[in-house]
């Protein structure tokens, strides 16, 4: 019989749920800690020792954990404890499609890089030298990093563009839209790698994976914004959301001034990311030749990190700097405001160029919230600004992608030979 913390009532789980959950419960602490004894575990998660031990005995049959010796005696003496740390052959490669160049990262299953290796690539080559280029770099890198084929579990693919996550059709790719439509990078990839798990996803839906790693965002309803050249969203609850035709989470192409003359890249009017682009600012700055005469903008106007200065100039009280970001906040403020009705998220995380926000901007931005009345401001969306940059995104959305997959295998918690 099991003890007391692992009997069931006629409304809990079965027995066989409830080993499954103690095991990964069990696992998930060996995996965050360098290294653990029987009694650290029983202590930490309340299962009783002898459970501890059989599923110990498991995860060493399995491969995922190994006994490094004893560990210290205690103060009043007695046997030393046998010591374990986790342990897992397998690896996982994430790519990244980046402007210029194939970003490859092998990470462990602890997240911790092995292999990394950056290989410049022309887009405008055509697809099938992009999968020459793909293909063989990745059979080098796995050279180069003394990683068998059989210890990769799984590949992670992030890229700009429309993508079909379900099946891995690539409908549009951003970075070479002279590859066509409807591009199945996924099913190509699986006939290379039949006994791995492949992910082909939008860069900024594995961004805002990488935020399921961190116990503050996990159970939240979020919304993970990227800004860059475009800006797209990442909708979470508990789980990423993909839309059926992948457009979920397009807010760059919100509609917030229809009498806007610039015309978007969608063929509409007044979009979002075209109201906050780099290229408006500069319009806007040099609408007024005097003003900007006056400004300490006029120094940062051609800057590839115009909008970090920005900011930097209105938190020290520049004028036009300052004009320009409350015009930035209250176009912010209402796509902010759609975003609430449409998904109504507790948490908005900010990545890319708009993470370096200052206070200028947040405290007009919170301002500008405000005039949506009927929302209330103390349940409002908490607003975090994700600083990182994309590559390390990409990098660890990949991992938490994969991983979760990895350890939510059922039969990493099944019982060993002896059980």
């Known amino acids: 019989m099991e003890k007391e913390e692992e009997k069931y009532t006629k409304n809990a789980s079965m027995p066989s749920d409830l080993k499954y959950l103690n095991r990964k419960r ?8 360098q290294v653990v004894s029987v009694n650290d575990i029983s202590e930490a998660t309340k299962i009783s020792r002898p459970t501890v031990k059989k599923a110990i ?20 003496g007695g046997k030393r404890p046998e010591l374990y740390a986790f342990y897992c052959e397998e690896v996982i490669l994430c790519i990244y499609l980046e402007k210029e160049c194939i970003h490859f990262t092998i990470l462990n299953m602890k997240n911790e890089r092995i292999w990394e290796k950056e290989v410049s690539f022309c887009y405008g080559d055509t697809f099938e030298k992009f ?17 068998s084929y059989e210890s990769l579990y799984g590949i992670s693919l992030a890229m700009e563009g429309f993508i079909d996550r379900n099946i ?31 992910i082909v996803e939008n860069l900024v839906r594995i961004a805002g994976s990488s935020l399921l790693l961190e116990e503050e965002y996990r159970n939240k309803r979020m919304v993970v914004i990227y800004t860059e050249a475009g800006i797209s969203a990442c909708y979470i609850d508990r789980e990423v959301f993909t839309g059926r035709n992948a457009l979920i989470g397009e807010i760059g192409h919100m509609t917030i001034d229809y009498s806007d003359e610039e015309v978007c890249s969608c063929g509409s009017r007044g979009c979002f990311e075209r109201m906050v682009s780099e290229s408006r600012i500069q319009k806007k700055l040099k609408e007024n030749p005097k003003k900007l005469s006056c400004s300490t903008m006029k120094q940062w106007i051609e800057s590839d990190n115009l909008i970090r200065h920005l900011f930097e100039e209105a938190d020290k009280g520049d004028k036009l700097a300052k004009e320009i970001v ?7 403020s209402l796509m902010l405001k759609n975003v609430a009705i449409n998904f109504d998220p507790e948490i908005i995380v900010i990545q890319g160029k708009y993470a370096y926000a200052g206070e200028y901007f947040k ?16 349940t409002a969306s908490k607003l975090y600004y994700d600083m990182r940059p994309l590559r390390e995104l990409q990098k660890l959305g990949g991992y938490q992608e994969l991983a979760e997959m990895f350890f939510e295998n059922p039969e990493l918690y099944e019982g060993n030979t002896a059980e």
């Open 363 to 378: 405290t007009e931005l919170k301002e500008a919230r405000k005039k949506a009345r009927f929302f209330p401001e103390e």
């Open 326 to 332: 409350s015009y930035l906040a209250e176009m912010f």
């Open 26 to 33: 069990i696992l998930q602490m060996i995996r965050n800690e």
């Open 168 to 198: 891995g059709i690539v409908r549009f790719c951003a970075l070479a839209p002279e590859w066509g439509r409807n591009i199945p990078i996924k099913a190509w990839l699986e006939e290379l790698f039949p006994k791995q798990v492949i």
């Open 131 to 147: 999968q020459h280029i793909l293909k063989n770099n990745i059979y080098l890198i796995l050279e180069e990093a003394e990683i």
């Open 57 to 76: 005995q498991s995860f060493e049959e399995k491969g995922l954990l190994v006994s490094i010796g004893k560990g210290s005696s205690t103060s009043t």
